[in-house]
C-alpha cells in the first residue's frame, strides 16, 4: 500500500530534550515537506526536501532541523523542544514533477512539549 | 507571494442542506488549487484540485469547486450535506517555482470546521 508514515503517533516531552520524529514513504517520491498544524494557523510548512542531500527551509523553520540521507526518509529533530513547539506535525510527500500533483500526507504526530 | 483565505472558521450545517465553504487566494502568477479535507485524529486527504483544465472542478464524495479568477476564488461546494462529511477542511494554493521549476510548495489557509446536525 502506498503510504507516509510517522513515528512516533503521540509524544509528551520535556523542554530540552532532544527528539525526533521519523517520517518513511514507500513510492519513491523526490519531494518531501515537514508541516505543523496549530488551531486557526491552518498548515505552515516548516522545511521541504527536493531529493537526496537537497532540503530548504520553509515558512518556520527555528527551533528544528531536518536530514535527508536516503530518498524514502526525511526525519524532524529537535534538538532543544521548547513549549511553543507544541503542536500536531505532518510529514508529505509527493513526485517532483508538478506542483499540482497532490501531496501524500502521514498520519500526523501529535507533539507535547512540557 | 500567495497567500490564501478561508472565511469562517466554523461552519453549521443540517444533513440535507448545501454545504458551502467559501476560499480567495491571492496569487501574482496562475495558480493550483487545492481542497483537502482532515477527518478527527487522522491525515490530511485530497478532495479535489485547479491546474486550469476546468473551471468546475469535480472531486470525491459528491463535493465540487469553481475557480474564478475575476474574484480570486475557490469555493468548496456539496448539494446535501451528510453527517459523515463532517471534517475539517484545508484551501491550499501553490504554483510553480521561479523560472518554472516545479517546486510547487503549498500554503495553507486556516480551516474551516464542518459541523453537520441531523
Known amino acids: 500500500e502506498a503510504q507516509v508514515t510517522q513515528n512516533p503517533r503521540y509524544l509528551i516531552t520535556v523542554t530540552g530534550k532532544k527528539l525526533t520524529v521519523t517520517c518513511s514513504q514507500n513510492m519513491n517520491h523526490e519531494y518531501m515537506s515537514w508541516y505543523r498544524q496549530d488551531p486557526g494557523l491552518g498548515l505552515r510548512q516548516i522545511y521541504y526536501s527536493m531529493n537526496v542531500e537537497v532540503t530548504d527551509k520553509g515558512d518556520v523553520p527555528e527551533g528544528y532541523k531536518v536530514s535527508r540521507k536516503e530518498k524514502r526518509n526525511f526525519p524532524l529533530i529537535l534538538e532543544s523542544p521548547s513549549p511553543n513547539q507544541t503542536s500536531l506535525y505532518f510529514c508529505?510527500?509527493?513526485?517532483?514533477?508538478?506542483?499540482?500533483?497532490?501531496?501524500?500526507f502521514g498520519p500526523g504526530t501529535r507533539l507535547t512539549v512540557l | 507571494a500567495q497567500s490564501v483565505t478561508q472565511l469562517g472558521s466554523h461552519v453549521s450545517v443540517s444533513e440535507g442542506a448545501l454545504v458551502l465553504l467559501r476560499c480567495n487566494y491571492s496569487s501574482s502568477v496562475p495558480p493550483y488549487l487545492f481542497w483537502y479535507v482532515q477527518y478527527p485524529n487522522q491525515g490530511l486527504q485530497l478532495l479535489l484540485k485547479?491546474?486550469?483544465?476546468?473551471?468546475l472542478v469535480k472531486g470525491i464524495n459528491g463535493f465540487e469547486a469553481e475557480f474564478k479568477k475575476s474574484e480570486t476564488s475557490f469555493h468548496l461546494t456539496k448539494p446535501s450535506a451528510h453527517m459523515s462529511d463532517a471534517a475539517e477542511y484545508f484551501c491550499a494554493v501553490t504554483r510553480l517555482g521561479a523560472g518554472g521549476t516545479s517546486y510547487g510548495k503549498l500554503t495553507f489557509g486556516q480551516g474551516t470546521i464542518l459541523t453537520v446536525h441531523p
Open positions: 508529505a510527500s509527493r513526485p517532483r514533477q508538478g506542483p499540482y500533483n497532490e501531496q501524500f
Open positions: 485547479y491546474t486550469s483544465a476546468a473551471t
